[in-house]
Nanobody, 126 residues
Framework: VQLQASGGGLVQTGGSLRLSCAAS????????ITWFRQAPGKEREAVSC????????YYDVAVKGRFSLSRDNAKNTVYLQMNSLKPEDTAVYYC????????????????????WGQGTLVTVSS
């Protein structure tokens, strides 16, 4: 399984970016894909998760209402649309895949993920 994250960049406060996570060797018939982020000097935290078959999504409270997660099963790709970006969204963003249909109490736990992609840097300037 390989996860390829892309779409990061530099954007001003209030701007938008769309991240992509292309998954090869991972079936979208079952499981979950989640975006995590890690800011300098901070722990890696879960941002948003999507169950790949049903499309059920979960969001961290810090991004709810600003970020939107979707998937294209034909392309085995998950998209994170990030709007109204803030400087505190600056981080390296990673996508991760789990073989399980994670639920609201488990999607944010890093040890539930079997595969990780490389990160993509998002920088939001003030």
């Amino acid at each position: 399984v390989q996860l390829q994250a892309s779409g990061g960049g530099l954007v001003q406060t209030g701007g938008s970016l769309r991240l992509s996570c292309a998954a090869s060797g991972f079936t979208f018939d079952y499981g979950s894909i989640t975006w995590f982020r890690q800011a300098p000097g901070k722990e890696r935290e879960a941002v948003s998760c999507i169950r790949t078959r049903s499309g059920i999504t979960y969001y961290d409270v810090a991004v709810k209402g600003r970020f939107s997660l979707s998937r294209d099963n034909a392309k085995n790709t998950v998209y994170l649309q990030m709007n109204s970006l803030k400087p505190e969204d600056t981080a390296v963003y990673y996508c991760a895949a789990s073989r399980w249909n994670l639920i609201s109490s488990t999607w944010h736990i890093r040890t539930n993920y079997d595969y990780w992609g490389q990160g993509t840097l998002v920088t939001v300037s003030s």
